[in-house]
């Protein structure tokens, strides 16, 4: 089993930049893949970005590459996404999602946090 427990979600200003965190504990040492997902109210859950634990590829939706970068530091069993040039229409509840086998922009991701609000005013 893996634990997935997001932070760094706040109330910010358009044009602003914030990182996301997503620490992972238990199992680890099994993980393949992980992602950042989002949904706004009233959406559906969207993809945003993944990265490969080991490897660090990485694969995002392709409107936010660009703003968007998604890491990991696998001494700290952390994972972020730093979010530059924030607009209103990425308030979100940002998830953060694992796995053992995939990766990629795929909801069928075995572990999921609960995730962390991101805020952007205009």
């Known amino acids: 089993q893996v634990q997935l427990v997001e932070s760094g979600g706040t109330l910010v200003q358009a044009g602003d930049s914030l990182r996301l965190s997503c620490v992972a504990s238990?199992?680890?040492?099994?993980?393949?893949?992980m992602g950042w997902f989002r949904q706004a109210p009233g959406k559906e859950r969207e993809f945003v970005a993944a990265?490969?634990?080991?490897?660090?590829?990485?694969y995002y939706r392709g409107s936010m590459k660009g703003r968007f970068t998604i890491s990991r530091d696998n001494a700290k069993n952390t994972m972020y996404l730093q979010m530059n040039s924030l607009k209103p229409e990425d308030t979100a509840v940002y998830v953060c999602?694992?796995?053992?086998?995939?990766?990629?922009?795929?909801?069928?991701?075995?572990?999921w946090g609960q995730g962390t609000q991101v805020t952007v005013s205009s």
């Open positions: 999602a694992a796995d053992e086998q995939r990766w990629g922009p795929t909801t069928e991701y075995d572990y």
């Open positions: 238990g199992r680890t040492d099994s993980l393949y893949g």
């Open positions: 990265i490969t634990w080991h490897g660090g590829a990485t």
